[in-house]
């Protein structure tokens, strides 16, 4: 069914839309309170702004088509694989600009290793702003293992070789690592992405953004990469709801695990 229909349909007083196929239809901005859309195909559709007051989406299928996720995720190991690559490619390049360096070829005539010493000096920085999620989320234990065991290394190498100084060996040793670690977690992070129902990339897949899902109803409906970032939950049932997910639930009444846990298990009539 076309959005247009169900939109026209409803106006004339009609309420009960169960097992429509909705897929890839957009609904934004629309006036549906208590409509029933249990059993329904809802894959790819879109519920921005719309008022979804008592609504009943129990057991609906939400997420995206069969042919958007398998996109998709080809799209998320292709980047994967990029990133793991760039990972390497970084490591060896880099260690041989420090050679380069310490070896003196701005002597020599040759300020490409300079250059290239600041350009990736530059690059640290950005891959400090844009790290993966996973960094993120446990940038205080990485942290202290990370500039725990750098310093631990460059005394061990102070000690032994007296080549280089306990601060320059942990500045070089810092801007070549840390984007190193960063580029490795993105890698997994992607890989992990791309495995079924744990996708984060949204095209293609049903959202409820900034939706009114007040009352609303999704008792055992599929809900994988669902988008609910900024609706407005309240009393709103999600009783044995499959794949719901953490991070796409952003600044509503359900932004942490406990919360989302607690919402599965909780019957409809308990709340």
Request: charged content about 15%; glycine content about 6%; some cysteine.
């Amino acid at each position: 069914m076309k959005a247009s229909e169900l939109i026209n349909l409803y106006k004339q007083g009609r309420r009960n839309f169960s097992r429509e196929d909705l897929s890839s239809e957009n609904f934004d901005g629309q006036e549906l309170s208590d409509i029933n859309l249990s059993h329904a195909d809802i894959r790819g559709a879109s519920f921005v702004n719309a008022n979804l007051t008592g609504a009943n989406f129990t057991y609906a299928k939400a997420g995206a088509r069969f042919e958007e996720s398998f996109i998709t995720t080809i799209f998320q190991l292709i980047v994967a694989c990029l990133t793991m690559r760039l990972s390497i490619f970084y490591c060896i390049d880099y260690s041989n600009t420090l050679a380069d360096v310490f070896a003196g070829g701005f002597e020599q005539g040759s300020g490409l290793a300079f250059l290239k010493f600041f350009v990736y000096g530059i690059l640290v920085l950005i891959f400090l702003v844009f790290s993966s999620t996973w960094i993120k989320e446990n940038w205080i234990a990485i942290f202290w293992c990370y500039f725990t065991s750098i310093f631990a290394i460059n005394i061990i190498i102070y000690y032994y070789t007296k080549k280089t100084t306990l601060i320059g060996g942990f500045i070089s040793d810092s801007m070549m690592l840390w984007p190193l670690i960063i580029l490795v977690s993105t890698t997994v992070h992607y890989i992990v992405e791309s495995l079924p129902y744990q996708g984060t990339w949204l095209w293609g897949s049903t959202t409820f953004k900034r939706a009114i899902l007040r009352k609303a109803d999704f008792s055992q409906a599929t809900l994988s990469n669902t988008e609910f970032r900024l609706a407005t939950l309240e009393h709103t049932c999600f009783y044995q709801a499959k794949y719901m997910r953490i991070k796409l639930f952003e600044k509503t009444g359900l932004a942490s695990k406990k919360l989302l846990i607690k919402a599965i298990k909780t019957p409809k009539n308990a709340l």
